[in-house]
């Protein structure tokens, strides 16, 4: 066991630190406090850093860009950004990137095309933050804040993976709710130093980039050739909400120095961590993560009932 504050010392507190924790406390322990390397990289999270550096490149350099060469050198600097880790192909190399490289082509098309994506204005773009919780220092990045016609600031959080979050879980997404304390009490990094902007925004959101994919072909959820749905999904943010976050957010990191390193089992099945895993006997603490499965958002709890993740 690791006292509090061997694990403060070997910790970098970020939002992916706290995820990871919120996701499996064992392979949190394994990740950041222990400091091993995973056994392999994943294509989802391989697609997404790449759509995200796209989208943040369009909003920069035009939206007139070459879309398939756009995704074809950012998906280079996402695999050449960590190298020494192996990936997990699918189908094979080739044909796995080409796979990727369709999905990326209809996102991102959908993405230029849809017409907020014009009208609001971006005010910042895969931005840092920081902010003091428990007398630590948090880091992490801000997707995108917008400011509407109506003149109503808004956070986004570009999402890229399978299933479509939910929007009645949204209220209570830690990740969001992270993001606009960080921007009302933190620091964010722009014009090369750390301003304090004392941002209210009025809305959360979602943008599923998923949506923007084609059906192949006619079915009951829509027809051949149709988009899968509407990206934007959102909530109003009122300032009472932070207040209680708050308190939220410091009890998610007292209990992160707690070293509570019992697993989450049903996310074994996806998890980069699992051949070091190899005490399986602690499998039956697995009811001690009801104890905080309440701080996940309400369609991450959904899809580990379902053992998706």
């Excluded at 209220?171 to 992270?178: A, G, I, K, T």
């Excluded at 943010?237 to 007292?254: G, T």
């Excluded at 039956?284 to 998706?308: A, T």
């Amino acid at each position: 066991m690791f006292r509090k504050a061997e694990i403060l010392s070997r910790i970098e507190l970020r939002q992916s630190t706290i995820k990871d924790w919120l996701s499996c406390p064992l392979m949190f322990r394994y990740r950041h406090v222990l400091q091993l390397a995973p056994s392999y990289r994943s294509l989802a999270a391989i697609h997404g850093s790449a759509l995200h550096l796209c989208i943040h490149r369009l909003h920069f350099e035009g939206f007139d860009l070459d879309l398939g060469l756009l995704y074809a050198r950012a998906l280079e600097e996402v695999l050449e950004s960590e190298s020494h880790i192996p990936i997990r192909w699918k189908k094979g190399v080739e044909e796995d990137r080409l796979i990727m490289l369709t999905h990326a082509a209809e996102i991102l098309k959908g993405y230029v095309n849809h017409e907020q994506n014009h009208t609001s204005t971006l005010m910042y773009s895969e931005v840092k933050f920081r902010l003091r919780v428990n007398g630590m220092l948090l880091t992490g990045t801000i997707d995108q804040v917008r400011r509407n016609l109506d003149s109503s600031l808004e956070l986004i959080d570009l999402k890229s993976g399978m299933q479509r979050p939910m929007k009645h879980a949204l209220q209570r997404d830690w990740q969001l709710n992270l993001y606009a304390y960080a921007l009302r009490y933190g620091e964010i990094f722009i014009h090369s130093s750390w301003v304090r902007i004392r941002m209210k925004v009025h809305r959360t959101s979602i943008y599923f980039l998923r949506a923007h994919e084609i059906y192949k072909r006619d079915g009951k959820y829509g027809k051949k050739g149709s988009q899968k749905g509407q990206p934007w999904i959102s909530v109003e943010k009122p300032s009472w909400e932070l207040i209680q976050f708050k308190q939220e957010l410091s009890n998610i990191i007292k209990m992160m120095t707690r070293d509570w390193a019992f697993p989450n089992t049903s996310s074994c099945g996806f998890c980069a961590y699992r051949d070091h895993c190899d005490d399986r006997s602690m499998m039956f603490l697995n009811n001690q993560f009801s104890k905080v499965s309440h701080l996940l958002p309400q369609d991450e709890k959904e899809m580990q009932r379902r053992g998706e993740i």
